[in-house]
T-cell receptor
Framework: AQTVTQSQPEMSVQEAETVTLSCTYD???????LFWYKQPPSRQMILVIR??????QNATENRFSVNFQKAAKSFSLKISDSQLGDAAMYFC??????????FGKGTKLSVKP | DVKVTQSSRYLVKRTGEKVFLECVQD?????MFWYRQDPGLGLRLIYF???????EKGDIPEGYSVSREKKERFSLILESASTNQTSMYLC???????????FGPGTRLTVT
């Protein structure tokens, strides 16, 4: 079975500082994709960043980057220079064998001014 | 930009009613998905579809059915709504399974 685990239900960060959200996963597939999605309060879920398992280089999108540790099956998200608009639920997701997404339970990130 | 729309943001229904949740995407995507989102449980897949008139069960299909008569539209049906189906329902679409999924705004359904 494929699973995704986010062990931090809530996190808090000071504006302009850096925060790391944790995610571990389990899959028996050799080729897979991992995603971080952001869901702001009462707003649509949007893709933050994605990582192909066959790529060794960690994905980066502006202030967002991942630390992909394939052997450890770890996929953490780092947000640098945190902004008030980063406050949201963050979901880690693994692409399932049928093209669906398998989500973790989410981490609620608060940003303090 | 890809646009995924859902027919209602908020819906209140009575136990036993038949409920239709509609989802429309405007990017000619092959794949469409229905998820249910509950606090502390994340998102769970109810049904998905790879093509018109095709449907596949997800992790929690019990109590739900779907319809995909046209490529752009994917409907979720609660044949007889129950209080344990009170939840946020999210629709998503993608061009191919490997591609990212685009989500609709969600429908918050309350069954009383």
């Amino acid at each position: 079975a494929q699973t995704v685990t986010q062990s931090q239900p809530e996190m808090s960060v000071q504006e302009a500082e850096t925060v790391t959200l944790s995610c571990t996963y389990d899959t028996s597939e050799s080729d897979y994709y991992l995603f971080w999605y952001k869901q702001p309060p009462s707003r649509q879920m949007i893709l933050v960043i994605r990582q192909e398992a066959y790529k060794q280089q960690n994905a980066t999108e502006n202030r967002f980057s991942v630390n992909f540790q394939k052997a450890a099956k770890s996929f953490s998200l780092k947000i640098s220079d945190s902004q008030l608009g980063d406050a949201a639920m963050y979901f880690c997701a693994l692409r399932g064998s049928q093209g669906n997404l398998i989500f973790g339970k989410g981490t609620k990130l608060s940003v303090k001014p | 930009d890809v646009k995924v729309t859902q027919s209602s943001r908020y819906l209140v229904k009575r136990t036993g009613e038949k409920v239709f949740l509609e989802c429309v995407q405007d990017m000619d995507h092959e794949n469409m998905f229905w998820y249910r989102q509950d606090p502390g449980l994340g998102l769970r897949l109810i049904y998905f579809s790879y093509d018109v008139k095709m449907k596949e069960k997800g992790d929690i299909p019990e109590g739900y059915s779907v319809s995909r008569e046209k490529k752009e539209r994917f409907s979720l049906i609660l044949e007889s709504a129950s209080t344990n189906q009170t939840s946020m329902y999210l629709c998503a679409s993608s061009y191919q399974p490997l591609y990212e999924q685009y989500f609709g705004p969600g429908t918050r359904l309350t069954v009383t």
